[in-house]
């Protein structure tokens, strides 16, 4: 028999329901408040990226084997441009958030002080001019700035994620993330390539010895090229010493880039074919000439296949070396392979997309722009972007220019990647 000082364990519940009530509480656990977000967007329909990114956070998205919903609503969204086939409207009138017809008022909600939590720039798809160099001229900095103006204006900055490469302008990529550390505004960019599923599952081991990497991708240029240097830079980014910058970069294109094969080793103007074929020893798409399955393309067949190979050259402060390929007619995804000091075989693997509707690897992506949303940190370093941002500008003015090498003093800067990884395994 318990003596009359003794304090039971019902006691114990008894009490604290009677304390929490007492206080206005719940005996169920209190959710946190969810954030609002705000969506800045060039187009929205079907197949765009506000299609596979913004709707994540309308409908949630498949993580780990359950069907993960954010802690966050879309309230407000400005779409610059209303094709043929457009969503918006639908989508707002489904999930009832309002249209605005600036950022400002998308950021303030159509009031007069900033009514949200984040903020998701959204600047792929839509018409819009070319450079000369044949960039579309996507707002994103347009769109950046408009935000920044009204963190200035309200003093204080909320989380930013920005799709793909900062700007099609080296300047303007630079201005975003000086801003962005100057008005201490938590930045997340880029693309799914990095936080994708790898086969097989692996990483480069942090401090590595990298002395050559090679990416074989398809697609065009100012568009899939970022996506292969993605591919590039979050591997090389874990190399010994960290990230250096880069010196110089050389586009290649057509007949320059079959001298390029020919040419075995980087001194000659090449790449190590062991990393080439290690690359398509990986690729679930290897394209075959008729009647040829199964076969290790010759030279003359992926001459046949490729009508328009794209290379850029990429020489780091460090001495490291990379090449990305091209190579539309031979492969239709991305794989990657790199030569390691005192190993005798590459590291390799294929950087996994998975098709079509679903398209879960913007699920991974979003899932880094969630994690920079509720905690004000980037999961992934911002200099990441800014540098592959670099990459593809001087890639496509080196093709614009004759094919000449290109020095990119403005590209020499340093950072650490995280040390832990970062892309999807469940």
């Not at 918006?88 to 002080?113: N, V």
């Not at 993330?177 to 100057?182: H, M, N, S, V």
């Not at 000659?268 to 080439?276: E, V």
């Not at 020893?281 to 030279?299: F, G, I």
Request: aromatic share 12%.
């Amino acid at each position: 028999m318990a003596n009359k000082f003794s304090f039971t364990r019902r006691d114990f519940f008894a009490t604290s329901a009677v304390a929490c009530l007492a206080s206005g509480g719940s005996l169920l656990a209190q959710e946190p408040p969810r954030k609002k977000l705000a969506v800045v967007t060039t187009v929205w329909r079907n197949r765009s990226h506000a299609w596979h990114m913004a709707e994540r956070f309308l409908v949630g998205y498949p993580k780990e084997g359950k069907w993960h919903r954010p802690p966050l609503d879309v309230v407000a969204a400005y779409v610059d441009q209303r094709p043929d086939g457009d969503l918006s409207k639908k989508r707002s009138e489904e999930f009832k958030f309002p249209l605005y017809p600036t950022i400002a008022e998308t950021l303030r909600c159509g009031g007069k002080e900033m009514a949200v939590d984040a903020v998701l720039i959204i600047g792929e798809h839509g018409d819009y001019e070319k450079s000369e160099f044949g960039q579309t001229k996507y707002p994103r900095y347009e769109f950046f700035k408009q935000v920044a103006q009204v963190f200035r204006e309200e003093k204080r900055s909320l989380p930013v994620f920005n799709d793909k490469h900062l700007s099609w302008n080296w300047d303007w990529a630079r201005e975003m993330y000086d801003t962005a550390r100057e008005l201490k505004i938590p930045f997340c960019a880029g693309s799914s390539l990095p936080v994708t599923w790898r086969m097989p599952s692996i990483e480069m081991p942090h401090d590595a010895a990298v002395e050559e990497m090679l990416c074989v991708a398809f697609g065009g240029v100012d568009s899939y090229d970022f996506h292969a240097l993605e591919v590039i830079q979050c591997m090389a980014e874990r190399r010994r010493g960290g990230e250096t910058g880069v010196a110089a970069v050389q586009g290649l294109r057509g007949d320059a880039v079959w001298k390029a094969f020919a040419a075995e080793g980087w001194k000659n103007g090449g790449f190590d074919s062991r990393l080439f074929e290690a690359c398509l020893s990986r690729c679930q798409t290897l394209a075959q000439l008729e009647n040829n399955s199964h076969r290790y393309p010759t030279a003359e067949q992926i001459r046949a296949l490729v009508k328009d190979p794209v290379a850029y050259r990429i020489e780091y402060r460090d001495g490291t070396h990379a090449t990305m390929l091209l190579l539309n007619g031979l492969v239709t995804d991305f794989t990657f392979a790199a030569r390691l000091k005192d190993q005798a075989e590459p590291l390799s693997t294929l950087f996994y997309l998975p098709p079509t509707p679903n398209v879960t690897y913007s699920a991974g992506l979003m899932a880094q722009a969630e994690a920079t949303f509720l905690t004000g940190k980037s999961p992934t370093p911002i200099e990441r972007t800014l540098l592959t941002t670099g990459l593809v500008e001087a890639g496509v003015r080196s093709l614009g220019k004759e094919q000449q090498r290109l020095e990119t003093p403005h590209l020499s800067f340093a950072y650490r990647a995280p040390q832990e990884s970062q892309f999807l395994r469940t």
